[in-house]
């Protein structure tokens, strides 16, 4: 039976490699911020071999999933390095560790894959999970658009497809004009529910024939359906 607390509490956050350093809770409505480094050793220089010195420890503050019913951050203390060679002329670099969070993001990456899935999958808003997760809509978007955007691009996210159907609805009027914003929708008819294959801007991007080409074997003008004149005008536009 485990009986480390150090140990209890680094499940308990549930980090690969991880020393859980202390955990914050000043005020009930604040986040609770628990702080961690990495176990790794010291890394050597990339260019002369010699071993490593700590510049700096910048801590980075990430946005986690929620525990225990409360919103929760991860304060990263992470590793500044220099190399000890005086002679050597490679700069300072940050030691990173992917299955924490990927560089540049807001978000731990659990939290990354969660939102995501939430979102790409379930269907909810930004600003919702934001909102769960007590923090700022675009640190959940961008983290969105780093997870989601391979998924997506993915042809085999769609699979053959025999009968396209488009549809061109406008989306929105914008600016002190209210200038129609038109959006096509791409939809696989012969499945069943039919299939939102794809949103694009506009009423005859180019961007609906690149969809189409991805599976050349199954598209064709005769394959596009639709009962609509727009849908047709898209039609004539695209193929
Ligand atoms: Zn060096």
């Given at each position: 039976m485990e009986t480390d607390p150090t140990r209890m509490c680094e499940l308990l956050v549930?980090?690969?490699?991880?020393?859980?350093?202390w955990v914050i809770?000043?005020?009930?409505d604040e986040p609770i911020r628990v702080y961690v480094e990495t176990r790794g050793g010291r890394p050597c220089c990339r260019v002369c071999g010699v071993p490593a010195g700590v510049k700096e420890r910048p801590e980075v503050e990430l946005v986690d999933l929620c525990c225990f019913g409360r919103q929760a951050r991860l304060v990263w203390r992470k590793y500044r390095w220099q190399c000890?060679?005086?002679?050597?002329?490679v700069g300072s670099w940050t030691g990173e560790e992917r299955r924490i969070a990927a560089p540049?993001?807001?978000?731990t990456d659990r939290a990354a894959r969660w939102a995501t899935e939430q979102i790409g999958r379930v269907g909810r808003s930004v600003s919702d999970v934001a909102g769960e997760l007590g923090c700022a809509w675009h640190t959940v978007n961008d983290a969105v658009i780093a997870y989601g955007s391979a998924p997506v691009e993915d042809p085999d996210r769609i699979g053959p497809v025999t009968a396209l159907g488009l549809d061109k609805t406008l989306f929105c009027r914008q600016g002190p004009w209210r200038r129609q914003q038109w959006c096509t929708s791409i939809v696989d008819v012969e499945s069943c529910p039919g299939q939102l294959l794809d949103v694009v801007e506009?009423?005859?991007?180019?961007k609906v024939l690149r969809l189409g080409s991805r599976s050349p074997g199954h598209m064709a003008r005769g394959d596009l359906l639709g009962c609509a004149r727009p849908v047709r005008s898209v039609s004539q536009d695209v193929l």
């Open positions: 549930g980090l690969p490699d991880v020393v859980v350093l809770d000043d005020d009930g000890a060679n005086g002679l050597c002329g540049r993001l807001g978000m506009g009423r005859s991007e180019p």
